[in-house]
């Protein structure tokens, strides 16, 4: 089915050149063609190749006549592993090929203008080129509200003295954190509030984000109310017009539906996805399997994989895990090592490269997620109402494990803990002992997340309110 599309210029979506973020952005850009809007969405080479070859993107968007891809380099060599321990240099090389083409697009003499750009925060010199040209520049933050609020609080605690910290003590409470006193712990701050931030270069950019941020024309965070409200509401008392329009998968599937569009698979895998996952879980019985994976981005070492390993064999609960192929840290033989884990794992477990993570979640074999606390991964599984075990490393996964265990109650926080006993002891808490006390609460959670995309809810509103910001902007 064509969708009809408004002749006003494109909106112009700029992602960070990750998994999460690419399957974040592009079902925003889905939800603005849904609405009539045309959209430009500027990937890297890099990505654009793997996207195409590997999901169903292409057919998908061949319905909506407004929507195009646009490619630029992120000036790395095809052959640089890209992986998440060299982030700054990603995004400072990056910044090299984006800033020149950015103010070339936003140009007022260019063919084709653009509406408004929708980008990363962490992209804050977006901002500065959108306000130079008179481009208004929405910022699209994929890190859950309760991180963000921690980033718009980070002068704050520095003023306060609170960071740096003063002693070794990670587990004395964070204190000046209006909506979350008494609630995190410094081990539960984003990992870089325990590095030395100041000459740290993901931290520097997120506080160029946050500086940027009141030259904002609006703010999109990929939440509900009733799940974040408080962070939400503080964020708000600092930058009013923050649209939280989440969880993204729902509202398109709710819009989808309203439209009588026929749901495509929605994969926006960078990897190829193994459906014999399905099959194999098709096998088992309900509730049965604990859904292991640590996302798109985390290196994990030999030893901590081992770990795991055993913990989970020794729980003899079933497991379905995704070791990625570029998972493993240091230097150790992938495909020997893997061999001997899929050997070992018989009967018990069944191991795959990358996963349709979202069916996998929906499978009702599936009765808990072991994770590294993503957002769109705890968002997910909160849809599915299934319970978690966290393993958070960076960013906003530190913070939203807290959560998970200690606000939502919807599962346990392992934090920094790499232990078999441990994983034994909490698999087998959240698969059995404790189970029917975490799927309760979860399956509240994921009722009022399907209530928050229908009309009448406030997911719904907050995403007409965007739509109809961006439509004004075309006036
Ligand atoms: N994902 C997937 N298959 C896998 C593992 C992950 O499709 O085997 C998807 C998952 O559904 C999620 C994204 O990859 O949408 C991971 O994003 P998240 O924010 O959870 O973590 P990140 O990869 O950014 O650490």
Not at 7 to 14: A, G, S
Not at 25 to 35: D, R
Not at 215 to 236: C, M, Q, T, Y
Not at 402 to 407: D, I, Y
Request: proline share 5%.
């Amino acid at each position: 089915m064509d969708h009809q599309t408004s002749i006003t210029p494109p909106v112009l979506i700029f992602p960070l050149p990750l998994q999460s973020t690419i399957n974040s952005n592009l079902q925003l850009a889905e939800l603005l063609c849904l609405a009539g809007l045309r959209v430009t969405f500027l990937n890297t080479n890099h990505n654009q190749q793997r996207l195409v070859g590997n999901s169903n993107v292409e057919s998908r968007f061949k319905q909506y006549p407004g929507f195009r891809f646009l490619t630029l380099s992120d000036g790395l060599p095809d052959d640089h592993p890209r992986s998440v321990e060299q982030f700054g240099d990603i995004l400072s090389s990056l910044q090299t090929m984006a800033e020149p083409l950015l103010k070339q697009m936003l140009s007022a003499l260019v063919k084709e203008p653009v509406t408004c750009v929708i980008l990363d925060g962490l992209f804050y010199y977006g901002v500065d080129i959108g306000n130079e040209m008179g481009v208004p520049v929405i910022t699209f933050d994929t890190i859950s509200p309760s991180c963000f609020w921690i980033y718009l609080s980070l002068p704050k605690l520095i003023e306060a003295g609170v960071l740096p910290f003063k002693g070794n003590d990670l587990d004395a409470l964070v204190t000046h954190l209006p909506a979350m006193e008494g609630l995190l712990r410094r081990r539960d701050l984003p990992h870089f509030c325990l590095l030395d931030y100041k000459t740290d270069q993901n931290s520097q950019a997120v506080f160029k984000e946050i500086e940027r941020l009141p030259k904002a024309h609006g703010l999109i965070l990929n939440s509900f109310e009733d799940l974040d409200g408080p962070f939400l509401s503080s964020v708000r008392s600092y930058f009013p017009k923050t649209y939280a329009i989440g969880p993204l998968p729902l509202n398109l599937k709710s819009r989808l539906a309203a439209k009588a569009t026929p749901l495509l698979s929605s994969s926006n895998s960078l990897w190829e996805e193994d459906h014999t996952s399905i099959k194999w879980l098709n096998a088992q019985s309900n509730g049965s399997v604990i859904y292991v994976s640590f996302g798109s981005l985390l290196v994990v070492s030999r030893d901590e994989m081992m770990e795991f390993w055993h913990g989970l064999m020794n729980s003899k609960v079933k497991f379905l895990w995704v070791m990625r192929p570029n998972m493993l840290k240091g230097d150790v033989s992938r495909d020997q090592f893997m061999k001997e884990l899929v050997e070992g794992s018989k009967g018990i477990g069944y191991i795959v490269s990358w996963a349709p993570q979202k069916m996998v979640l929906a499978h009702p074999s599936v009765g808990g997620f072991l994770t590294h606390s993503g957002w769109n991964s705890t968002l997910e599984s909160i849809i599915e109402g299934k319970p978690m075990i966290c393993w958070p490393q960076y960013v906003d996964q530190r913070v939203t494990s807290r959560l998970v265990n200690e606000f939502w109650k919807i599962g346990l926080d392992m934090k920094d803990i790499c232990d078999r006993f441990v994983v034994e002891k909490m698999v087998k808490d959240l698969m059995e002992t404790k189970k029917d006390e975490y799927k309760k609460s979860v399956e509240k959670l994921s009722k009022l997340a399907k209530l928050s995309v229908q009309e009448g809810g406030l997911s719904y509103s907050n995403l007409d309110c965007l739509i109809n910001d961006i439509k004004g902007l075309t006036r």
